[in-house]
């Protein structure tokens, strides 16, 4: 596809249970981001991928949450015993490059993940 | 502390109005760079301005970087219905992922 497609766009799911969230880059991106926005808030980064390395995953609200990227390509993002603090818009980027300064980021549709 | 602040949070205005939108720091940048996010969607890039003092111009919108580079304007000539949406202004501090502000969140009425 043309551009950043994430699955599913809604997620509805009980606390306590886990949930996957997928994101498929650009092509040729060799960069991934992850970002969570709150209702009323701005976008919250979690961690990108440069390749399929993590250099960063500072931003990882707690350890119920793990990412990972395999190919240079699919990114999932998962949340295991999931909490209703967890329901947010869940926005994935690709670009070029993390490295390059400027790149820009090219935004999917997000997956609203409600957690009841 | 939020790196950037944007003001005003929410705006709503009736259509052919004109409007600007800040977004603060007290850090300097080498860049910075405005989003726009519709409902259902992720943001897209509008611009990015790197020059201190420098004004992009994009249709009926206009971008100022500041002197210092730590601050930037959008403002908006005759504001259509389609302008809607959240404005989301983002750095990149150093050699790092880029960090967004709040946003001003943009009604315009017809």
């Known amino acids: 596809g043309a551009g950043v497609s994430q699955s599913p766009s809604n997620k509805v799911t009980e606390k306590g249970k886990d949930v996957e969230l997928r994101c498929d880059p650009i092509s040729g991106h060799t960069a991934l981001y992850w970002y969570r926005q709150s209702l009323g808030q701005g976008l919250e980064f979690l961690i990108y991928?440069?390749?399929?390395?993590?250099?960063?995953k500072s931003g990882l609200p707690s350890d119920r949450f793990s990412a990972e990227r395999t190919g240079g390509s699919v990114s999932t993002l998962t949340i295991q015993r999931t909490q209703q603090e967890d329901s947010a818009v869940y926005l994935c980027a690709s670009s070029l490059s993390a490295i390059a300064g400027g790149n820009e980021q090219f935004f999917g549709p997000g997956t609203r993940l409600t957690v009841l | 502390t939020q790196l950037l602040e944007q003001s005003p949070q929410f705006l709503s205005i009736q259509e052919g109005e004109n409007l600007t939108v800040y977004c603060n720091s007290s850090?300097?940048?080498?860049?910075l760079q405005w989003y726009r996010q519709e409902p259902g969607e992720g943001p897209v890039l509008l611009v990015t301005v790197v020059t201190g003092g420098e004004v992009k111009k994009l249709k009926r919108l206009t971008f100022q970087f500041g002197d210092a580079r730590k601050d930037s304007s959008l403002h908006i000539t005759a504001a259509q219905p389609g302008d809607t949406g959240l404005y989301l202004c983002a750095v990149r501090p150093g050699n790092t992922p880029l960090v967004f502000g709040k946003g001003t969140r943009l009604s315009v009425i017809a």
């Open positions: 991928f440069q390749g399929n390395s993590a250099p960063d």
């Open positions: 850090s300097v940048f080498s860049s």
